[in-house]
């Protein structure tokens, strides 16, 4: 056996591991398909000037990235993609919802948005920076 360190290592050697660590978590979770959604808006031109993206499995969301362009954000945009969101994904079963922001980022609009801080990592990716794990429990919706 020969143990090796590699500094950006090639394509192959990322996705045999992470081929691995899939086929080993797939014995210990549900089955369920993992799906992508997103949620945005363009502009006149069609350029997109918000959105959000994220992964449905079972009854979560994870959610990926939340972005808004710069000369649209405080104009409401960003908690209209995340109402849309919540709506849509409810609809699909989803009543779990995570994602992790930078302290630079958007904590406070998150706490807004009904989220809880459930983690931190400190001094993470760099000195003076945490990364913040967020959650927000969805209400169950009522049968029609």
Not at 19 to 41: D, I, M, T, W
Not at 60 to 81: C, K, M, N, P, Q
Not at 97 to 110: I, P
């Amino acid at each position: 056996m020969s143990i090796q360190f590699m500094i950006n290592p090639p394509k192959t050697i990322r996705e045999a591991v992470y081929q691995g660590l899939k086929s080993y978590n797939a014995r210990h979770l549900p089955e369920g398909e993992v799906y992508s959604v997103a949620c945005f808006e363009q502009d006149e031109q069609l350029q997109v000037i918000g959105g959000l993206t994220g992964e449905v499995f079972q009854t979560t969301l994870f959610i990926e990235y939340l972005w808004v362009d710069e000369a649209h954000r405080a104009s409401g945009l960003g908690s209209a993609l995340m109402k849309k969101t919540e709506a849509e994904v409810q609809k699909l079963g989803v009543c779990d919802l995570f994602l992790d922001t930078y302290t630079f980022q958007a904590r406070e609009f998150y706490i807004r948005m009904g989220f809880e801080e459930v983690g931190r990592y400190s001094d993470f990716p760099a000195k003076g920076i945490d990364k913040i794990f967020m959650q927000k429990r969805l209400p169950a919706l009522k049968p029609e």
